[in-house]
């Protein structure tokens, strides 16, 4: 199975900084890398697909890069919706779908 | 709007079975292929089976293959999991998922979620 870490674990941070989430897969996945933003108490939210196409309706200082085994999320300005823990997700080829431990982003 | 509403979660004993159902709306269910992921505060998110548009096709994942069986009814827009020889680490909460186009593996919207707790 495909190991997917992500890091940092937590961060903290403050609104309008600019923060970055690494993904990094076990093996090459391509570009089949996904993130999402989870808040307490809801469900997963699909924030990008495909490395670093963003789903509609998600604003654009949320922005993903990278291909094979490296992928970041970044967010330009953070504003206050934003505390919330994201999760990566790879879909190369076969199950299973692995998913990153999450990084949990709180207010500094 | 697509909607996804799960149920049937609850607290049961190690060993016991328990059947979720998910049901959908605002889409052409009988289309897409469907999945099930769950998350627990310490192993995070997992995904745990998917099944073709068709049910033709099933895949699990290593940790419930055996015990638990996905399914559909594309006459009645509803998605199950069968989940059997419940254990302890089966404690989750349970996601219905859809892709978020046809033959893709990136998953929204998820459903509310519906809680299973494997405890004596």
Excluded at chain 1, 83 to 104: D, E, H, V
Excluded at chain 2, 86 to 95: F, G, Q, S
Excluded at chain 2, 103 to 111: L, N, Q, S, V
Aim: charged share 20%; with cysteine.
């Amino acid at each position: 199975d495909i190991q997917m870490t992500q890091s940092p674990s937590s961060l903290s941070a403050s609104v309008g900084d600019r923060v970055t989430i690494t993904c990094r897969a076990s093996q090459s996945i391509s570009r089949y890398l996904h993130w999402y933003q989870q808040k307490p108490g809801k469900a997963p939210k699909l924030l990008i697909f495909a490395a670093s196409t963003l789903q509609s309706g998600v604003p654009p200082r949320f922005s993903g890069s990278g291909s094979g085994t490296d992928f970041t999320l970044t967010i330009s300005s953070l504003q206050p919706e934003d505390f919330a823990t994201y999760f990566c997700q790879q879909s190369y080829i076969t199950p299973p779908y692995t998913f990153g431990q999450g990084t949990k982003l709180e207010i500094k | 709007q697509v909607q996804l509403v799960e149920s049937g979660g609850g607290v049961v004993q190690p060993g016991r079975s328990l059947r979720l159902s998910c049901a959908a709306s605002g889409f052409s269910f009988y289309t897409y292929d469907m999945h099930w992921v769950r998350q627990t505060p310490g192993t995070g998110l997992e995904w745990v089976a998917a099944i073709s548009y068709d049910g033709s096709d099933k895949y699990y994942a290593d940790s419930v293959k055996g015990r638990f069986t996905i399914s559909r009814d594309n006459s009645k827009d509803t998605l199950f999991l069968e989940m059997d020889s419940l254990r302890p680490e089966d404690t989750a909460m349970y996601y219905c998922v859809k892709p978020l186009r046809r033959g893709i593996k990136w998953f929204d919207p998820w459903g509310q979620g519906t809680l299973v707790t494997v405890s004596s």
